[in-house]
C-alpha cells in the first residue's frame, strides 16, 4: 500500500518559518513524476500550493510565491515545503500527493497554524 507521511508541522508566530516533509512509501516516486503539497483550512476546500516535477521544475499559487519553496529528494522519496514568512491565512492542514492528486493517496496531513 502506497502512503503519504507528512510531517514537520507546528504552532508558529507571524512571521516565522517551518519546514514540512512528506516520505512516500512504495514505488511512487517511478510511477508519478509530479508531486504537490496541498492544504486545507477550515471551512474551506483543499487547495493546491505548489507542485515538483521529478526534474526539480517548481509551480506555485499566487499567495505562496516568494515564501514557500518546494523541493524534492527521489534517492529518498521524499518531499519538502519550506515555509518562510507565514501568515495566519497560512493556517491549515498541510498533505502531499502526486499532482493531479489521486484520491486514495491522502494521508493524514500535518497540522500548521500561525498565530501570535
Known amino acids: 500500500q502506497v502512503l503519504f507521511v507528512e510531517s514537520g508541522g507546528g504552532l508558529v508566530q507571524p512571521g516565522g518559518s517551518l519546514r514540512l516533509s512528506c516520505v512516500a512509501s512504495g514505488s511512487i516516486f517511478s510511477i508519478y513524476p509530479m508531486m504537490g503539497w496541498y492544504r486545507q483550512a477550515p471551512g474551506k476546500q483543499r487547495e493546491l500550493v505548489a507542485s515538483?516535477?521529478?526534474?526539480?521544475?517548481?509551480n506555485y499559487v499566487d499567495s505562496v510565491k516568494g515564501r514557500f519553496t518546494i523541493s524534492r529528494d527521489n534517492a529518498e522519496s521524499t518531499v519538502y515545503l519550506q515555509m518562510n514568512s507565514l501568515k495566519p491565512d497560512d493556517t491549515a492542514v498541510y498533505y502531499c500527493?502526486?499532482?493531479?492528486?489521486?484520491?486514495?493517496?491522502w494521508g493524514q496531513g500535518t497540522q500548521v497554524t500561525v498565530s501570535s
Open positions: 500527493n502526486v499532482h493531479p492528486a489521486y484520491s486514495a493517496l
Open positions: 515538483i516535477t521529478s526534474s526539480g521544475s517548481a
